[in-house]
């Protein structure tokens, strides 16, 4: 078997995080005997440098026409005095709506090893495994009317416009209940029902498809996005998965990012379409570029899950999450991670260490 990847960097540490994470493809895809065509393209910060727009029609063709796309983090304070419209992160919005990756996937699992990194206490955080689903295409990012008009006094007005249509919540319903089946088989549905219709609309649906669509194995509960930021802090591990909005989703999921020590350990999956989408959820982390310091686990993590959702090479995956949790359990620490006890390494040494657990374990 083989699988097309496009592998599109990003900017800041993306290029130096993703050096890692191909590695480790590489080798699982030798140990496993499949095989991998990579192509690289540029997004972000580094495409509106070198084509003055942050997504140009070849990459997207590229991602089109690939099995999977392994992204980076894009932009930075270079480009944040740009229009809106043409900023870096502008990709990435772009690219989930040509692909249609309407549900994004962040598991938010603690190790053990870093329980103590987390800046909740240890009984609090210990045990922590929830999945954030957040739909991905739909609601304030992409509403419409918006944009920021002058008023006839002089001052002006910004809009972005919350929409969701009954379809666009079935589907990620569905993604939320079949997940769940293969968890703990319990669902928290985000809202703000109380105070705004389009997320009364959306309890509604979710309810329905609750009842009807043949999920009564799982628990359904519903909780306002404000009891749930609370809830998330004061006992995580009461979640299992949680499906919500566009917006309450992005915010959700990396307060939970915080849980596990740090946000430069969470990877992300986003499917939906015929070709699946896989990132680290951290940004581009300029202060730290080309310095050897970034965290490439996240990104590790994201090659497992591509393995995993996209080519059904589950040994593959189960290997790769083994071997960082072994690297973790001997006390190797980047500095986002690190504490008093920890062995510190750099981004590189990180990612051979994780290559060298992959060749000792058992496949």
Known sequence: MNYKIAVLPGDGIGPEVMREGIEVLKQVA??????????????GGASIDAHGKPLVDSVLNLAKQSDAVMLGAMGGPKWDGMDYSIRPERALLGLRQELGLFANLRPVKLFTALASASTLKREVVEGTDLLVVRELTGGIYFGQPKG?????DGTERGVNTEVYTTPEIER??????????????????VDKANVLEVTELWRKVVTRIHKNEGYAGVTLEHILVDNCAMQLIRNPKQFDVVVTTNMFGDILSDEAAMLTGSIGMLPSAS?????????????????IMGQDKANPLATILSVAMMLRHSFDQVAAADRIETAVEAVLNEGYRTADIQEPSGKLVGCRQMGQLVRDKIDKLKG
């Open 30 to 43: 030798k140990l496993y005997n499949f095989g991998i065509e990579l192509e690289e393209g540029i997004v």
């Open 172 to 189: 990620i319903a569905h993604v939320a209940f079949q997940a769940a089946l293969k968890r703990r088989k319990k669902v928290t549905s």
């Open 148 to 152: 920021i008009t002058q008023l006839p």
């Open 271 to 287: 499917l939906g379409g015929k070709v699946g989408m896989y990132e680290p959820v951290h940004g581009t982390a300029p202060d």
